[in-house]
Each structure stands twice: as structure tokens, then as C-alpha cells.
């Protein structure tokens, strides 16, 4: 679905990184996705550490003539970026440019379509070893909020679904336990002999930087074992999809729950035959209703 020329503007908030390279492609990443929408005026920023800032990139839809925008965050989970410096510096930039109106977009993960991305960049650096020898360990930014970390672990057990991998476990890079080199130990104690390290990020930078020298390090100390990382998610065409379906749920208010992984919505691998499938009410066994023998049980979705 395109968006029509008077629907909204999109803002894309990025955390911001001391690496050159990692600000840079998420800058690519915005001019690219505006080429591909040129009836949409797209702009980004970042939050900290890196050019430009957020409020710069809402200045610069102001002066295109910008009334009305959505801001998607381009961040994986929602820890304090998302959920508070975000929406404070959109109420900043309201009170600079009076008159602006905007709507907040959901962060990115654990989305299906990213998963699938994530399984490629598993099976770049596996090439033929089979996927039931192979235990993942996804590693995410970490944070002191718990309600990330456990997003991370979401992510993780959404991906050893029906992917065949021996094991999915999770760990982080900074603030967080277990860190990398816990992460590593834990596969070795569940009896891991073939190991590949996830990064849980969208660009390169500092912290995906120090997940493969960590790795490394230790795969270096365990000389027995296969140790292997994979890359960042990066531009893949799945993302680019992605930022517009949450430029689109935020300028129709289509909030959802977890149907992004609902396996009544989405296909996901070895769920497939779920998708669209009638939905039924569980019945108490001691409703007296006429309907409590209903043959195929189930659960209730409001879709």
C-alpha cells in the first residue's frame, strides 16, 4: 500500500551510535526509503550521539511545508529510548513548532519478517552444517529495563520455533546479564558443539563490534568447539517493508496486541496450517449454555 500525498510525513527516530559507520547507514537507510516513497516526505534523526538530532529532522519537515507526522522508532525493543526519550523530544518539538501534530509508531521487533531475516544471516555462516547440530545465541543491546531484556527472550523463542535449531538462547552486550561470554557458556553446558553468535541489532557499530570480538575471544579459548557470528540485520528489504507497515498502524491507529506473531495471522515455520483458521470460544464444563459441546474447543480471537 502506497501512501496517499495527504496522508502524513514520516519521522524515523534512531537511537544514535559513536560509529561512523552505523550512523551512516541508518542515514542511507532514511534516503532510501524516501526515494522508494517519493509522495511521502521522510526524514529521521537520532536521539543521542550521532548527526542529525531528532529535532532537526522535524525542523526539516516543517520548512517542506509538514503539518502532520508519524514517528516509527527504528529500535528492536522498547526500553527507555522508545518508551520515554521519544515521545519527550516530540513534545519539545511541538512547543518549537506550533501548529505540528504527530502520532507515536511501535518499535520494530520481534517481527516475523525480521526473524526471517535473522534466519538468513544464520544460515550465511552456516552453509550446509545442518540447523538440528546448531545452537543460536541472540545477543541484544541490553538495558535496565527488564521489560527489553525480555523482549529480547521473546525474540529469541520465536525464533527457535519451527526453525529446526538444536536450541535459541539469549544474552546481551551491555547492562544486562548473562553477557556474551555467559551466553557462550551456557550453550557449551547444554552440550553446544556448533555455536553461532546473533547479533539482535539493525546496523553495525560499536556494540555489534564488541559481540564479535567477545565471541571471538572466547571461541579462541574453546579451540574444540565451532563458534561462528553471524551480521546485523542491516538493510534488507524486509525492514524497509516493515518501517511503513508501522508508519501505517500509527497513522490509522491500528494498535495491536502480539498479532504481529500470531500464528492465527502470520505464517510462521511449522505453523502454517493455523493462519485464517476459525477461531471458537473455550467452554467452562460447567456452563449450562447449549453450546459447550462445541466440537473444536479453542480459544477466542478478536482480531
Known amino acids: 500500500m502506497t501512501a ?12 544514535g551510535t559513536r560509529d561512523e559507520g552505523g550512523a551512516a547507514a541508518f542515514r542511507d537507510f532514511v534516503t532510501e526509503l524516501g526515494r522508494r516513497h517519493p509522495e511521502l516526505p521522510v526524514a529521521g534523526g537520532f536521539i543521542e550521539l550521532s548527526p542529525p538530532p531528532l529535532g532537526e529532522a522535524v525542523t526539516e519537515l516543517v520548512e517542506r511545508g509538514v503539518k502532520r507526522f508519524a514517528a ?10 522508545a518508551k520515554g526519550d521519544i515521545p519527550a523530544a516530540l513534545a519539545r518539538e511541538k512547543e518549537r513548532h506550533p501548529g505540528i501534530a504527530y502520532t507515536y509508531g511501535r518499535p520494530l521487533g520481534p517481527h516475523p519478517a ?8 544464520v544460515d550465511e555462516v552456516l552453509v550446509d552444517t545442518d ?3 546448531v545452537t543460536v545465541l541472540l545477543v541484544g543491546r541490553g538495558s535496565t529495563d527488564p521489560d527489553a531484556n525480555a523482549e529480547v527472550y521473546k525474540a529469541a523463542r520465536l525464533f527457535w520455533e519451527g526453525r529446526g535449531y538444536a536450541g535459541v538462547e539469549a544474552a546481551f552486550v551491555s547492562l544486562a546479564a548473562p ?10 553446558k547444554l ?25 571471538e575471544d572466547w571461541a579462541t579459548a574453546h579451540p574444540e568447539l565451532d563458534v561462528r557470528t553471524a551480521e546485523v540485520i542491516g538493510g534488507a528489504e524486509e525492514l524497509y517493508e516493515l518501517v511503513m507497515e508501522r508508519y501505517r498502524e500509527a497513522v490509522e491507529g491500528d494498535l495491536r496486541m502480539n498479532c504481529d506473531s500470531c500464528v492465527y495471522r ?3 515455520p511449522g505453523f502454517e496450517d493455523k493462519v485464517g483458521l476459525p477461531q471458537q470460544p473455550h467452554f467452562h464444563p460447567d456452563d449450562d449454555t447449549p453450546h459447550h459441546h462445541h466440537p473444536h474447543g479453542g480459544h477466542a480471537h478478536s482480531h
Do not use: K, W
Not at 516509527?72 to 529510548?81: D, R
Not at 525480521?114 to 544471516?121: D, H, I, K, P, S
Not at 546473533?198 to 557499530?205: E, H
Open 114 to 121: 525480521l526473524l526471517n531475516v535473522l534466519e538468513r544471516r
Open 4 to 15: 496517499r500525498s495527504d496522508q502524513p510525513a514520516l519521522l524515523i527516530a534512531g537511537h
Open 266 to 268: 502470520i505464517s510462521l
Open 72 to 81: 516509527v522508532p527504528l529500535m528492536l525493543v522498547s526500553a527507555g529510548h
Open 191 to 215: 552440550g553446544a558443539r556448533r555455536i553461532v553468535v546473533l547479533p539482535y541489532f539493525l546496523f553495525t557499530g560499536i556494540l555489534p563490534d564488541r559481540v564479535r570480538r567477545q565471541t
Open 131 to 133: 540447523r538440528s547440530e
Open 179 to 188: 553477557d556474551v561470554p555467559a551466553g557462550l557458556d551456557r550453550c557449551e
